[in-house]
């Protein structure tokens, strides 16, 4: 959702400085970071506009927004569990979820780690827990974290690291004078 902590988040682990603001959709194009982990392993982030329900229909730009969400590998799920946001965390989880799964298949089956976001502003911890306990259940990998602290944050990068190494490399561009090439099919 906007306003979950995306762009502290690129902020904090990359030298990316986009633009950070307490209103929805201050982030409509995406913003690029690397992100140096530790033992030299190093990747590209991405901050993304954040979604809404109805994405996949087009809401809130939503069907331009996912189509950057189709050239990750790894997708890290910010979900806001601050005081301040009165919607519950689960709910919102799930609706971004339902958003992947209409969109594509492809999107439904990308790998994802769930990253409960402003610890410093959650002191009352049961929505918190609740999405914890949600991931553990359905084996989701999960963080909880203060980007503007940093509290949970090389953690999670650790992690991020860790799952993109397990994948299988970013698929190359087509050689361009093979693609290039005329068919002998025509």
Request: hydrophobic residues 45%; charged residues 25%.
């Amino acid at each position: 959702f906007p306003n979950a902590g995306k762009s502290t988040l690129i902020s904090r682990i990359s030298a990316a400085r986009p633009k950070i603001a307490d209103y929805p959709f201050t982030t409509l194009e995406p913003q690029l970071g690397v992100v140096s982990a530790d033992a030299g392993r190093t990747f590209v982030v991405a901050d993304l506009p954040g979604l809404i329900e109805g994405a996949h229909d087009g809401a809130g730009l939503g069907i331009r927004f996912l189509r950057h969400i189709e050239r990750t590998r790894l997708l890290a799920h910010l979900v806001d569990t601050s005081d301040f946001n009165d919607r519950d965390p689960l709910h919102d989880f799930e609706i971004i979820r339902g958003e992947l799964r209409a969109s594509s298949a492809a999107l439904a089956e990308k790998p994802f780690l769930v990253v409960a976001t402003k610890l410093d502003a959650t002191s009352d911890r049961a929505r918190l827990e609740a999405l914890q306990e949600f991931c553990a259940a359905n084996s989701f990998a999960f963080f909880a974290i203060s980007a503007a602290t940093g509290d949970g944050v090389d953690a999670l990068v650790r992690a991020m690291a860790d799952a993109l190494a397990l994948l299988a490399p970013a698929a190359e561009p087509a050689d361009s004078e093979a693609a290039s090439a005329p068919s002998e099919d025509r």
